[in-house]
């Protein structure tokens, strides 16, 4: 990872490191996310020897246990998920989970001497906590960036990420993905999501 990083693709990245007596405060809400940011260190220092297919596979299970990626899918779909087919519903979900995935391996590719901070304490917002964390670049301003949990199928995960505490993933993904739904059907969609994969197997970022 660089420290000219877009400021769209920090949106959805981040890792953090603590020292122990603060990973001994911190529980509930914040786990997922802490255990997640741990994966990522672990692929930024290992980025060459791993390689994209390397840090995918390593980056999945910490990713797909931080996010609640069906819940973030349906929302970012909008009222169109409800008429979508079955099967149509669930091919989403693997392509966008693939493109989730791949977005954090493409991005943290390298360590230079960031440094990533989470805070202990979390902010509740109606029933959801909000984690708040920042990345401390080598050059440039920090980047803040919370997200926001709720309780899914017995655990905490993240349903949405905000940039600078208030620019919302989601909202930014659904008027993405509107064009592409125009029609009712999500086979525009399916298919973007699996070149935007494919390009950043290959290199590219998001």
Known sequence: MTANLPRRAVLTLLVATLPLAARAQMGGAAMPIQRMHEALLQAMQQAKQLGFE???KLLAPAVERAFALPQILQTSVGSKWAALPAAQQA???DV???YTVASYAANFDGFSGERFEIKADTRAVGADQVVQTRIVLTHGDPVRIDYQMREVDG???A???LIDGSISRVAVQRSD???L???GDAGKLIESLRAKTAALAAGGKP
């Open 54 to 56: 390397g840090r995918a």
């Open 91 to 93: 091919e989403l979900l």
């Open 96 to 98: 966008f989970t693939r």
């Open 155 to 157: 655990g905490w995960r």
């Open 159 to 161: 349903v949405d990420v």
């Open 177 to 179: 993905f509107r064009s």
């Open 181 to 183: 739904l125009a029609g």
